[in-house]
């Protein structure tokens, strides 16, 4: 099922800025992030719960998605 956005609040995350890292990747190169997937996984679930209360969580969630695709295709590793 597809997610409703709350439009009524935005919120900036470093999306953009994460799209422009992976666009300029050469060959095997990667992206890394200083949280582990395990705190990006736990701050997916609580903003998932909380959606509606969280100011921006829209966003938030885009990025974590993103932060998860681009490591599902091994452009991206997370902190050990």
Known sequence: MKRVRNER???DTPLEE???KLKSLGP???VFIENTKADILKTREN???RRA???GADDH???IEALLI???EG???FKI
């Open 61 to 63: 969630l885009d990025y």
């Open 28 to 30: 095997e190169e990667k």
């Open 53 to 55: 209360e969280i100011p």
């Open 70 to 72: 681009a490591e599902a």
């Open 18 to 20: 994460l799209n422009n």
């Open 9 to 11: 609040t935005r919120a």
């Open 47 to 49: 903003l998932t719960k």
């Open 75 to 77: 452009k991206l590793q």
